[in-house]
């Protein structure tokens, strides 16, 4: 429950924005930091709280690993928190960059970072599908992100390199109140989908 307590005492986040996205995130990049899977973008979406937990926990993995009590410890919180976690992002990662599509749409986006960091085909259309909250603060903390990073985004989009940072230039942003029923299939084909072109749809978590 301490992700949890931390995340709503977070005062940089609006407290109707997803607290599961948020929660995902935190628990991405500690998984990130054990080496457990390759989401190292998550860590932008990260309150400074969340962060101190994240660094604390590896921290704790780090002197208690290989103990009687680091290992029934780790076993509980790494393996069936974030070791599961990371298990099932790297799973989806590897599923998403093999796959041949011409559009990928992520439902229930939340603070997934795929559209940015993986390696997908030249001319492949990307759509995050969430809350208009959500969506928002995610957009907010991307812009602000790339005005800082200005420099190194257009050094590595020019090189052809998979971003290192978070860019919204190759992302179409979706916005489906879904408890108001509100058409998915419309509100993606106003956003750019096209209905012809192989897609490969991901909803993770929701």
């Known amino acids: 429950m301490l992700p949890v307590w931390i995340c709503g005492k977070s005062d940089t986040v609006r407290k109707d924005v ?21 989401d190292g973008h998550a860590y932008y979406f990260c309150s400074f709280t ?38 099932r992002t790297q799973f989806i990662d590897n599923c998403v960059e093999n796959a041949d599509i011409d559009q990928f749409v992520v439902l229930g986006a939340g ?8 390696k997908l085909p030249d001319n492949c259309k990307c759509f995050e599908v969430d809350a208009p909250i959500t969506q ?17 985004i257009d050094n590595e989009q020019k090189n052809g390199k998979s971003s290192s940072y978070l860019s919204n230039t190759n992302v179409n942003y979706v ?8 058409d998915l299939f419309k509100r993606l084909v106003e956003e750019g989908f096209d209905c012809a072109l192989k897609t490969l749809f991901i909803i993770e978590g929701v």
């Open 136 to 152: 928002l603060h995610k957009r907010t903390v991307i812009s602000s992100h790339m005005k800082k990073y200005k420099i190194n």
């Open 50 to 87: 969340m962060l101190l937990y994240a660094a604390i926990f590896h921290v704790y993995r780090i002197v208690f690993e290989g103990t009687l009590f680091g290992k029934y410890q780790c076993t509980a919180t790494s393996l069936m928190r974030i070791g599961y976690l990371s298990t």
């Open 18 to 38: 997803s607290l599961t996205s948020l929660i995902v995130a935190q628990q991405r990049t500690v998984g990130n930091y054990c080496g457990l899977n390759r």
């Open 175 to 182: 916005s489906v109140n879904f408890n108001e029923g509100e």
């Open 111 to 118: 603070m997934d970072t795929r559209c940015h960091r993986l």
